[in-house]
């Protein structure tokens, strides 16, 4: 914890240095000079914001019978649950698309046509684990001395390491394509004082948090793939090289002040290009987020163009932007 806390308060001192920028404030004053936008070639009239319903089957470990030997196949759904639903999208209870699972499990193998069952979601997720492995290894003691001479010994150690690899596969429901698939591999390692040369240890533990670890190294594309859309609604001059875009993208989807978000044209033939960008300011209003974005920037944009949070992790990684989020700041 100590360490911990060092390293946030480093960060901090960071950010303050660097000159992390504050979050734009938006009053009624500031959506007086509204600006003449084009319009999105494949949505003119923008309205509303989309969500996706996502139904995440039970982890399958046969060919992995270390990892389903430990249980790590549990830990494994709930994490991608997780972090699923923080992107913003609805998590289906299993038990209501139970037909969806037996089609989805045929289509796997190339066999399936359209889902014709009840509509519980807009994507089912099929997880397989590739790979797990448990290990251990003994290191001998050894002896050091520091600048002043004083000799330390250090004792002999076990050393213990786990690894899980697996694949996620998204098919879009009801047409049973699949039109996404991550990859993560994960580790969990650790060390203890040696009884003895002999450091047979249960893995149970070291595959369960190797399960959850192959999750965190594909959160980032899992958030990008299920956030939430919103669209431009309109913009509006704010001086200083400024400008407000009003959007659809509430706080219900996950909005809040601060949040990076990218803006993206979709044309006419449904071809995606990040065009933009900017940040939520504050505050988010009922009807949906402003985004302050650059005057050049505002240039490529139309009305219509959908906004998506950024989940990307800033070079401190994803557990301390969470913790510097929580403070209202941020290296993005």
């Keep these: 914890m100590i360490n911990k806390s060092l390293v946030l308060c480093s960060v901090i001192a960071g950010l303050a240095v660097s000159g992390c920028s504050s979050v734009s404030q938006v009053k009624p004053s500031d959506l007086r000079d509204e600006l003449t936008m084009p319009l999105s070639a494949s949505n003119p009239s923008p309205s509303g914001s989309v969500s996706s319903k996502v139904v995440i089957f039970d982890v399958n470990a046969s060919e992995s019978p270390a990892a389903d030997q430990a249980g790590a196949t549990g830990p494994i759904r709930f994490a991608l649950d997780g972090y699923i639903t923080e992107a913003g999208a609805t998590s289906v209870d299993r038990a209501l698309a139970e037909q969806l699972k037996d089609e989805v499990a045929r289509a796997e193998m190339g066999g399936a046509g359209a889902y014709q069952g009840a509509p519980v979601a807009d994507f089912a997720i099929r997880t397989n684990v590739t790979q797990a492995s448990f290990g251990s290894s003994f290191q001998e003691s050894s002896t050091s001395r520091d600048d002043k001479g004083r000799l330390y010994t250090n004792p002999a150690k076990c050393n213990f390491s786990g690894r899980v690899a ?167």
């Design 166 to 332: 697996i694949t996620v596969d998204v098919y879009a429901v009801p047409a049973l394509e699949r039109v996404s698939s991550f990859r993560g591999e994960g580790t969990a390692t650790g060390s203890e004082d040696a009884r003895s040369s002999n450091c047979a240890a249960d893995g149970t533990n070291f595959l369960r948090r190797a399960g959850e670890d192959a999750v965190y190294d594909i959160q980032e594309e899992l958030k990008a793939f299920f956030a939430p859309t919103g669209y431009v609604l309109n913009g509006y001059a704010l001086g200083s090289d400024k400008v407000i875009l009003k959007t659809s993208l509430t706080e219900m989807l996950g909005a809040k002040p601060g949040q990076s978000v990218k803006l993206i044209n979709v044309t006419a033939e449904g071809d995606r290009y990040e065009v933009a960008e900017g940040k939520i300011a504050d505050p988010v209003v009922r009807s949906g987020a402003f985004v302050v974005v650059s005057e050049e920037d505002a240039a490529s944009i139309s009305i219509g163009d959908e906004v998506r949070i950024d989940h990307s992790c800033s070079f401190v990684g994803c557990d301390m932007d969470g913790s510097l989020g929580k403070m209202g700041l941020s290296f993005k």
